[in-house]
């Protein structure tokens, strides 16, 4: 099955500065979903890559993905306290019986202070 | 965008009760539908996958006598929970898809068992 591990698990910053989450996979990507969660609520569509080389941005968050498909970055500029939250990446694979279902990495909690 | 609903957003329940969660796609018509567990602190992790008028496919270790599903149209899923203990206590979250493309989260149900 397909693993994907997130660094750092947790992240504290001062409202401004820039930060970077990774994701990286023991597989291929077919796939690959940014989520943000807020605590028991549910996920938030961030942004989806499937092409390597791939890079989507979205207000002050980008998201890339690799040429080789293995490893996925989030990044946010000058971030505000709105931006904290857990951040997941979740990843489908190509085919067979596993296709469609999302797997996710343990997620990084990101902190920010005013 | 495309919205999901859940309902009860959160149950208390006494231990060998059964419970009974619906997932709702609002405004277009899932051709599958996931369910999702997350235990606090932790990411979620994939129960099984639905599709309508057809039986669920259950991830392995998932009891599907114990966490029955039903998808009975193109926008209702429901997950019982049946004879619920206290380890069953979790934030389940459902997912709606079309043709696994973007998947759309509900706001997820939070069951505590007593």
């Known amino acids: 099955s397909q693993e994907l591990e997130q660094s750092p698990q947790s992240l504290i910053v001062q409202e401004g500065k820039n930060l970077t989450i990774n994701c990286t996979s023991s597989k291929t990507l077919y796939g690959l979903y940014w989520y943000k969660q807020k605590y028991g609520e549910g996920l938030i569509f961030l942004m989806m890559?499937?092409?390597?080389?791939e890079e989507k941005s979205h207000e002050k968050i980008t998201a890339k993905l690799d040429e080789k498909k293995q490893q996925s970055s989030l990044h946010i500029t000058a971030s505000q306290p709105s931006h904290a939250g857990t951040y997941l990446c979740?990843?489908?694979?190509?085919?067979?019986?596993?296709?469609?279902?999302?797997?996710f990495g343990q997620g990084t909690i990101l902190t920010v202070h005013p | 965008g495309a919205v999901v609903s859940q309902h009860p957003s959160w149950v208390i329940c006494k231990s060998g009760t059964s419970v009974k969660i619906e997932c709702r796609s609002l405004d277009f018509q899932a051709t599958t539908m996931f369910w999702y567990r997350q235990f606090p602190k932790q990411s979620l992790m994939l129960m099984a996958t639905s599709n309508e008028g057809s039986k669920a496919t259950y991830e392995q270790g998932v009891e599907k006598d114990k966490f029955l599903i039903n998808h009975a149209s193109l926008t209702l899923s429901t997950l019982t929970v049946t004879s619920a203990h206290p380890e069953d206590s979790s934030f389940y979250i459902c997912s709606a898809t079309v043709q696994h493309n973007e998947q759309f989260f509900g706001p997820g149900t939070r069951l505590t068992v007593l």
């Open positions: 979740g990843a489908t694979n190509a085919g067979g019986t596993s296709y469609g279902k999302l797997t």
């Open positions: 890559l499937q092409k390597g080389g």
